[in-house]
């Protein structure tokens, strides 16, 4: 037996740095035990209904139009995000406010960890708030049969928006510990939020994208239909919210009472590391262009995210042709069905006539609405396409005077139909074009009367208002819808050729 | 030094007040309504009170606005207004507790002082900022939407609590928001009526009378006495 064996046994002691964890989860049950936020909640969730979503029930049920005004405008976030501010910047302030700052200093954890415990507490209570408001308010949407999928990346960008405001929040009442910390950093970040809203309406393009509140090329149809929701936006946005949470939380560490030399210096490389963050997003946002499918950031995008939604097509019959749609437009299906047929019986038999109608997906435009030829006819057994997207759809209309009526939808499929039919493309057509398509129109039961407001409420923007439906071109459509049905058929039948080519001058209608 | 100036009361007679009695009450009043101030901080509030007339004077001179319609352009003025109203509501707030309560026999009075003082006092700073011109609706407005919101802003504190009195200004801007977008008409939301609109009028004055009779009252919601967020 040896001096060294016969050494007792020493036994290690539990290492300190195990108890860590532990530790600071019990510090963040008693700051989620003890934290203001719960105590908002019901304030926050009523606005949330009142102000995200009953707005958003008057439009149609398709997420990317149901979620325009509450995601797509970030009226989610203002109405979350600046409580959180006041509510983080109370909590922030509390150890100053209380003359505890020097007390909370001397105990053996750094003070910027106790603090963060307390941000981390708030940001949880918050966050969980968004995203249960969020999903209820989606699960409620799926009640309702809304069509398309949710925009989540969308989801994503608030639930960093509200990171975001209670971080800086946090750190208005870590440096100002007053009773007005919270009102201030509240009100600042309302109007922080108007301020982006007012630049983010008059900027479509450039280093504005990365505001919230920017729906510029974000939230057109058919986003999350035909097509799934582009994450380059949102992903820079996520950078730049969450940047600016990083920073805002490393300014909590800079001041001597935070902690050591070492925590201090990580606090200001945390600072820094935020800053750059939310710049690099910025610059990444400023490098954004639009595309068919909405804003695409070249150093971000994916070229998976460009495959088309798959989907089994709704179809149904109009006058003999099969009309199919998109799933999340089968409700519209009979009012597409009821809006073809007549068209479709006027013109069936003749060269060039629809074998079948199909929905195709909208495209994007610069602003705010879609643009293009909402009809086209082409193809080899000719195929009637239809962009339904760019139209407002029977029933409830968000950003109309009142809802869309079947017969005011009806009517102006009926007119695109014509358009596409007679080849006068996004244009108005040749006065011989213009004067079949009014006949056809006239057909299929819209007054001569009614057609020039009919063909002005379709342009986008305003114009000039509609006149009285007189002149050489109703003369001739006068003419052509006077003859009996199956001569005007026989006479599109020979002429139809040279009408699509626009050739035909008014003098050479019947 | 002789006693011989000095008078005996008659007896039974009530003795008149001495010289220095009402001196002594003013200044104790005095005394008694700086520290209630001061408790309140209510120096930091009539500062921040002169900030946002700042802040609405530079809005007015160099046109911030709210892309959109004549609604959207008195957005940003509405928006500091509510913030004037939320500071007022924020003076409430004590540290005291029920100390105050048992001892502070002129508690409910400071109160109500105070809170109309400042309302007045918020109301010259904007009407100052609004100087700079082009203020939507006028100065008849800014002291309708400016009393009603104060009225909120105390029912709030009474409700949540001095510290949490800025919510109530806050949720109900964000209430207006939504019907100037969407054209609401009810007088309760009188900041999106016409500033010589009389419904409008009269429950911005029921709102804010109820604010004062809850505050004075009642006072603001306390920690120490009732569960609360601000504890």
């Given at each position: 037996?040896?001096?060294?064996?016969?050494?007792?046994?020493?036994?290690?002691?539990?290492?300190?740095?195990?108890?860590?964890?532990?530790?600071?989860?019990?510090?963040?049950?008693?700051?989620?035990?003890?934290?203001a936020?719960?105590?908002?909640?019901?304030?926050?969730?009523?606005?949330?209904?009142?102000?995200?979503?009953?707005?958003?029930?008057?439009?149609?049920?398709?997420?990317?139009?149901?979620?325009f005004?509450n995601?797509?405008?970030?009226?989610?976030?203002?109405?979350?995000?600046?409580?959180?501010?006041?509510?983080?910047?109370?909590?922030?302030?509390?150890?100053?406010?209380?003359?505890?700052?020097?007390?909370?200093?001397?105990?053996?954890?750094?003070?910027?960890?106790?603090?963060l415990?307390?941000?981390?507490?708030?940001?949880?209570?918050?966050?969980?708030?968004?995203?249960?408001?969020?999903?209820?308010m989606?699960?409620?949407?799926?009640?309702?049969?809304?069509?398309?999928t949710?925009?989540?990346?969308?989801v994503?960008?608030?639930?960093?928006a509200?990171t975001?405001?209670s971080?800086?929040?946090?750190?208005?009442?870590?440096?100002?510990?007053?009773?007005?910390?919270?009102?201030?950093?509240?009100f600042?970040?309302?109007?922080?939020?108007?301020?982006s809203?007012?630049?983010?309406?008059?900027?479509?393009?450039?280093?504005?994208?990365?505001?919230?509140?920017?729906?510029?090329?974000?939230?057109?149809?058919?986003?999350?239909?035909?097509?799934p929701?582009l994450?380059?936006?949102?992903?820079?946005?996520?950078?730049?919210?969450a940047?600016?949470?990083?920073?805002?939380?490393?300014?909590?560490?800079?001041?001597a009472?935070?902690?050591?030399?070492?925590l201090?210096?990580?606090?200001?490389?945390?600072?820094?590391?935020?800053?750059?963050?939310?710049?690099?997003?910025?610059?990444?946002?400023?490098?954004?262009?639009?595309?068919?499918?909405?804003?695409?950031?070249?150093?971000?995008?994916?070229?998976?995210?460009?495959?088309?939604?798959?989907?089994?097509?709704?179809?149904?019959?109009?006058?003999?042709?099969?009309?199919?749609?998109?799933?999340?437009?089968?409700?519209?299906?009979?009012?597409?069905?009821?809006?073809?047929?007549?068209?479709?019986?006027?013109?069936?038999?003749?060269?060039?006539?629809p074998a079948?109608?199909?929905?195709?997906?909208?495209?994007?435009?610069?602003?705010?609405?879609?643009?293009?030829?909402?009809?086209?006819?082409?193809?080899?057994?000719?195929?009637?396409r239809?962009?339904?997207?760019?139209?407002?759809?029977?029933g409830?209309?968000?950003?109309?005077?009142?809802?869309?009526?079947?017969?005011?939808?009806?009517?102006?499929?009926?007119?695109?139909?014509?358009?596409?039919?007679?080849?006068?493309?996004?244009?108005?057509?040749?006065?011989?074009?213009?004067?079949?398509?009014?006949?056809?129109?006239?057909?299929?039961?819209?007054?001569?009367?009614?057609?020039?407001?009919?063909?002005?409420?379709?342009?986008?923007?305003?114009g000039?208002?509609?006149?009285?439906?007189?002149?050489?071109?109703?003369?001739?459509?006068?003419?052509?819808?006077?003859?009996?049905?199956?001569a005007?058929?026989?006479?599109?039948a020979?002429?139809?050729?040279?009408?699509?080519?626009?050739?035909?001058?008014?003098?050479?209608?019947? | 030094?002789?006693?011989?100036?000095?008078?005996?009361?008659?007896p039974?007679?009530?003795?008149?007040?001495?010289?220095?009695?009402?001196?002594?009450?003013?200044?104790?009043?005095w005394?008694?309504a700086?520290?209630?101030l001061?408790?309140?901080?209510?120096p930091t509030?009539?500062?921040?009170l002169?900030?946002?007339?700042?802040?609405?004077?530079?809005?007015?001179?160099?046109?911030?606005?709210?892309?959109?319609?004549?609604?959207?352009?008195?957005?940003?003025?509405?928006?500091?207004q509510?913030?004037a109203?939320?500071?007022?509501?924020?003076?409430?707030?004590?540290?005291?507790?029920?100390?105050?309560?048992?001892?502070?026999?002129?508690?409910?009075?400071?109160?109500?002082?105070a809170?109309?003082?400042?309302?007045?006092?918020?109301?010259?700073?904007?009407?100052?900022?609004?100087?700079?011109?082009g203020m939507?609706?006028?100065t008849?407005?800014?002291?309708?939407?400016?009393?009603?919101?104060?009225?909120?802003?105390?029912?709030?504190?009474?409700v949540?609590?001095?510290?949490?009195?800025?919510?109530g200004?806050?949720?109900?801007?964000?209430?207006?928001?939504?019907?100037?977008?969407?054209?609401?008409?009810?007088?309760?939301?009188?900041?999106?009526?016409?500033?010589?609109?009389?419904?409008?009028?009269?429950?911005?004055?029921?709102?804010?009378?109820?604010?004062?009779?809850?505050?004075?009252?009642?006072?603001?919601?306390?920690?120490?006495?009732?569960?609360?967020?601000?504890?």
């Amino acid at each position: 037996m040896t001096a060294a064996t016969a050494a007792p046994v020493r036994h290690r002691t539990p290492r300190a740095t195990s108890a860590i964890p532990l530790t600071a989860a019990r510090l963040l049950r008693t700051e989620l035990r003890r934290n203001a936020m719960p105590w908002i909640l019901p304030l926050i969730a009523a606005l949330f209904w009142f102000d995200s979503y009953r707005p958003s029930t008057r439009t149609a049920p398709l997420y990317v139009l149901r979620t325009f005004w509450n995601m797509g405008q970030g009226h989610t976030i203002i109405d979350i995000g600046p409580f959180v501010a006041g509510v983080a910047a109370w909590m922030g302030s509390r150890d100053g406010r209380r003359g505890l700052a020097d007390l909370v200093t001397a105990t053996a954890r750094p003070r910027w960890a106790a603090q963060l415990a307390t941000w981390a507490a708030t940001a949880i209570w918050a966050v969980a708030a968004y995203l249960v408001f969020v999903g209820v308010m989606f699960a409620w949407y799926a009640h309702q049969g809304v069509g398309g999928t949710p925009p989540w990346w969308w989801v994503a960008v608030g639930a960093t928006a509200v990171t975001a405001f209670s971080a800086a929040g946090f750190a208005v009442g870590a440096y100002w510990p007053s009773r007005f910390a919270a009102p201030v950093a509240a009100f600042a970040g309302f109007l922080a939020m108007a301020m982006s809203s007012q630049t983010g309406f008059s900027h479509i393009s450039g280093w504005a994208l990365i505001l919230p509140t920017n729906s510029n090329g974000n939230f057109q149809a058919d986003s999350g239909i035909f097509y799934p929701w582009l994450p380059d936006l949102p992903v820079a946005r996520i950078m730049f919210l969450a940047g600016i949470a990083v920073a805002a939380l490393g300014l909590t560490g800079l001041p001597a009472r935070a902690g050591g030399p070492w925590l201090r210096r990580a606090a200001a490389v945390v600072t820094l590391a935020g800053v750059a963050s939310a710049a690099i997003a910025v610059g990444l946002a400023s490098t954004a262009r639009l595309s068919a499918h909405g804003m695409v950031i070249p150093a971000l995008h994916d070229a998976a995210s460009d495959a088309p939604v798959t989907y089994t097509p709704a179809c149904g019959r109009a006058a003999g042709v099969p009309v199919c749609l998109n799933p999340a437009y089968r409700r519209w299906l009979p009012d597409v069905n009821g809006a073809l047929a007549p068209v479709l019986a006027e013109v069936a038999g003749l060269p060039g006539t629809p074998a079948r109608a199909t929905q195709v997906a909208a495209a994007y435009s610069s602003g705010e609405v879609g643009a293009g030829q909402v009809i086209t006819l082409g193809g080899h057994p000719p195929v009637l396409r239809m962009s339904l997207g760019q139209l407002d759809m029977p029933g409830p209309c968000g950003f109309c005077d009142e809802p869309v009526a079947t017969k005011q939808f009806a009517d102006q499929i009926r007119l695109g139909f014509a358009q596409a039919f007679v080849g006068a493309g996004n244009g108005s057509g040749s006065p011989g074009q213009q004067a079949v398509q009014a006949a056809l129109l006239r057909g299929a039961g819209i007054p001569f009367a009614a057609q020039p407001k009919l063909m002005a409420t379709t342009k986008n923007g305003p114009g000039p208002p509609p006149g009285p439906a007189t002149g050489p071109v109703y003369a001739a459509a006068r003419r052509l819808a006077t003859l009996p049905a199956a001569a005007r058929h026989a006479w599109l039948a020979a002429h139809l050729a040279a009408l699509r080519a626009g050739r035909l001058t008014l003098k050479e209608l019947p | 030094m002789t006693t011989a100036g000095l008078h005996r009361p008659v007896p039974g007679s009530v003795p008149p007040p001495a010289a220095g009695t009402r001196r002594d009450r003013a200044a104790a009043g005095w005394r008694l309504a700086r520290l209630y101030l001061v408790s309140r901080r209510v120096p930091t509030a009539l500062a921040l009170l002169a900030g946002l007339g700042a802040l609405l004077w530079a809005s007015l001179h160099w046109h911030w606005n709210i892309a959109g319609g004549a609604a959207a352009r008195q957005f940003i003025p509405l928006t500091i207004q509510t913030g004037a109203a939320a500071v007022i509501a924020v003076t409430t707030y004590g540290p005291f507790g029920e100390p105050e309560r048992a001892a502070g026999r002129w508690l409910p009075w400071l109160r109500l002082g105070a809170a109309v003082a400042l309302t007045a006092v918020a109301f010259g700073a904007l009407a100052a900022g609004a100087a700079a011109g082009g203020m939507p609706g006028g100065t008849l407005s800014l002291l309708r939407n400016l009393g009603g919101m104060a009225g909120i802003g105390l029912l709030a504190a009474a409700v949540l609590g001095g510290a949490f009195g800025w919510t109530g200004p806050m949720a109900y801007l964000l209430i207006t928001e939504g019907a100037l977008a969407h054209g609401s008409a009810t007088p309760w939301v009188w900041p999106a009526r016409p500033p010589h609109d009389r419904g409008g009028a009269i429950c911005a004055c029921l709102v804010l009378a109820a604010g004062l009779v809850v505050i004075t009252v009642r006072g603001p919601r306390e920690s120490g006495r009732e569960s609360g967020p601000a504890s």
